[in-house]
């Protein structure tokens, strides 16, 4: 790490002028002519006498990839050190250029020098003024003629030959960080220490799914978060349930509406000794207004209101997600006999919001009754009668989404 760029671009210089006296170029004993290196701007180099070559830092840039190997894992932790603490990773832009009034060879060959000691020094070292040592890589870039000629432009000089080196990545050494604390002299264990009463908090929702598959296997998985139909139960994650002496439910939506429901007769009552981190609720058998009835299919969400220990106020937790989904009995399955048409039984079907596809072959809604590749809802929301389309042959599953919600694998169809 530095604390001035300077150094860097003396360290450059001294490179070429270092290796000018014994450059392959010459012949002789001797190099026919004398350089002047200097890191000044290639108009402000035409100023002095003899040949010239100007290493000029003409742009910095932050280097956000290696500024990233200090930040990311400190800094979005809490007590991450502060900026000004962290190192400034910056990579340095060379203009070089060489000057020789009237004479190009001596300009060509201050060049050819300084590429090829550049070349041979991918990577260089050196030493700040406090003794603190410093490394980067020097590459040479590819920039476009258009590009350099609009950097020419932009000084008073005309246009010369010149090339763009990139080194990188300098480390500015930052602010130094405060003294680390003492060391620890004392440490206290609690067994079992009292919760705080405002602690409770609603998390998520979990559902274990069990379905039956052609094959007469039972595939088990968990949703979360969950998707329930009418008469499933989910369980509620969270912390400090425990704690709660009572809990008033609301589930609000669907969504995009905002209605809400307080459906506390959902909760079970809770384990004994209570869970601190889990409670169960069970949706009604039948579709109808909540709470004596499940939800129309939709998505929506679950607050909860409690009450804490004595001498604690009430309090809300977060809301979580909870989607409803229509739900498709397992009658006569997992693969139900052939038939000219088939009739799939269960509640929350609604016309007009639903959708029925074999695999991913959809059926189309039909207003009266179903001709092949249709489907038809029964006016209570308890039956779809469908018939396949001519011609499709092989397993299927019939897959039902009401209001964008699939619900649960339940039945298939052998074609």
Request: overall charge negative; charged content about 10%.
């Amino acid at each position: 790490m530095i604390f001035d760029l300077s150094v860097v671009t003396d360290t450059l210089t001294k490179l070429v002028t270092a290796a000018w006296q014994t450059a392959p170029l010459w012949t002789g004993a001797t190099p026919p002519f004398g350089i002047t290196v200097t890191g000044l701007s290639p108009d402000a180099a035409r100023a002095g006498h003899g040949a010239q070559l100007s290493m000029y830092l003409y742009h910095v840039e932050e280097n956000s990839a290696q500024e990233s190997l200090f930040w990311t894992a400190r800094s979005q932790t809490a007590g991450g050190p502060p900026l000004k603490y962290q190192p400034l990773a910056l990579d340095l832009y060379y203009l070089l250029s060489s000057f020789a009034d009237g004479n190009y060879v001596q300009e060509q060959q201050a060049m050819s020098i300084a590429m090829r000691v550049f070349h041979e020094n991918p990577i260089v070292r050196g030493v700040d003024a406090s003794g603190q040592p410093w490394e980067l890589t020097l590459t040479l870039e590819r920039r476009s003629y258009d590009e350099l000629s609009r950097l020419w432009q932009a000084t008073t000089s005309a246009l010369r030959m010149s090339a763009v080196y990139r080194a990188a990545v300098v480390l500015i050494e930052p602010e130094a960080g405060p003294p680390p604390g003492p060391p620890v002299s004392e440490v206290d264990i609690a067994v079992e220490p009292t919760p705080d009463p405002r602690t409770a908090a609603l998390l998520g929702t979990q559902r274990d799914v069990r379905s039956t598959v052609p094959s007469n296997h039972v595939v088990t998985f968990v949703q979360d978060p969950a998707t329930a139909a009418a008469g499933q139960t989910v369980s509620l994650v969270g912390t400090g349930f425990n704690t709660i002496a009572t809990a008033t439910l609301l589930l609000t939506g669907p969504y995009p509406a905002t209605g809400q429901s307080d459906v506390s007769a959902w909760l079970l009552p809770p384990a004994q000794p209570p869970s601190a981190i889990r409670r169960t609720i069970t949706l009604p058998a039948a579709t109808g207004n909540p709470p004596a009835g499940a939800p129309v299919p939709g998505r929506y969400r679950l607050q909860m209101e409690a009450t804490a220990a004595p001498g604690a106020g009430p309090f809300s937790t977060a809301g979580v997600p909870l989607s409803i989904a229509a739900r498709v009995d397992a009658t006569g399955g997992p693969v139900l006999a052939p038939a000219a048409r088939y009739v799939i039984t269960g509640t929350g079907f609604t016309a007009g919001a639903t959708q029925v596809l074999l695999g991913t072959v959809p059926l189309q809604a039909a207003a009266g009754a179903p001709v092949a590749g249709q489907f038809a809802i029964n006016p209570a929301g308890t039956s779809i009668t469908l018939v396949p389309p001519a011609g499709l042959t092989g397993t299927y599953q019939i897959r039902v989404r009401v209001a964008g919600v699939e619900s649960d694998p339940a039945l298939w169809l052998a074609l």
